[in-house]
């Protein structure tokens, strides 16, 4: 959706490179949420994020909401093969509104 | 639980013909989706329902048909398909409840191809 961007749209690091992945709005958002595909799998939630200046940790990935609540970054501390996947930011714009999707960040993550 | 669960995985069609796509969900969610992926367009909403008995349509519901005759099952009908429905299809459910943001469960998605 050209409502929400989210760069880059592929990446490539080392193994133990730290890594980030923008999802930025046109709109100011009332949810984000980031979710991670692994190829011919389904989307598995990763984290939800409401309020300006919002972040949250899960093991080596933290997602964080700017205070102005149109931008979100993904960031993969000391990446692992296991962090390969698409990445995809959700969003949604009002409360009950409907969830819209970014294009999706490919990582490939190499040994 | 065994979550969302779409049937098939993978399916192949010719023009014209007919099929369901099956969807169903056992944590007692209200809301269910449909989605299609494709390269370079990310996901799309079909058609969704609030709860049983209730559907609406999505971004891209041409095409495409539903019903929700209970809460757990979610089917998706293509009844003459195209070729522009090659794509892969994927099942959400959440418990979104009036008021409140929510997180979506995906099912594992069914890959089709239209010949």
């Known amino acids: 959706s050209q409502e929400l961007e989210q760069s880059p749209q592929s990446l490539i690091v080392q193994e133990g490179k730290n890594l980030t992945i923008n999802c930025t709005s046109s709109k100011t958002l009332y949810g984000l949420y980031w979710y991670k595909q692994k190829y011919g799998e389904g989307l598995i939630f990763l984290m939800m994020?409401?309020?300006?200046?919002e972040e949250k940790s899960h093991e080596k990935i933290t997602a964080k909401l700017d205070e102005k609540k149109q931008q979100s970054s993904l960031h993969i501390t000391a990446s692992q093969p296991s962090h390969a996947g698409i990445y995809l930011c959700g969003a949604v714009f009002n409360q009950g509104g409907k969830l819209i999707f970014g294009q999706g960040t490919e990582l490939s993550v190499k040994p | 639980n065994a979550g969302v669960t779409q049937t098939p995985k993978f399916h192949i069609l010719k023009t014209g013909q007919s099929m369901t796509l099956q969807c169903a969900q056992d944590?007692?969610?209200?809301?269910l989706s449909w989605y299609r992926q494709d390269p370079g367009m990310g996901l799309r909403r079909i058609h969704y329902?609030?709860?049983?008995?209730?559907?609406d349509k999505g971004e891209v519901p041409d095409g495409y048909n539903v019903s929700r005759s209970n809460t757990e099952d979610f089917p998706l009908r293509l009844e003459s398909a195209a070729p522009s429905q090659t794509s892969v299809y994927f099942c959400?459910?959440?418990?979104?409840?009036?008021?409140?943001?929510?997180?979506?469960?995906f099912g594992p998605g069914t890959r089709l191809t239209v010949t």
């Open positions: 959400a459910s959440s418990s979104w409840t009036q008021g409140a943001s929510y997180e979506q469960y």
């Open positions: 944590m007692n969610h209200g809301y």
């Open positions: 994020l409401q309020k300006g200046g």
């Open positions: 329902s609030v709860a049983a008995g209730i559907t």
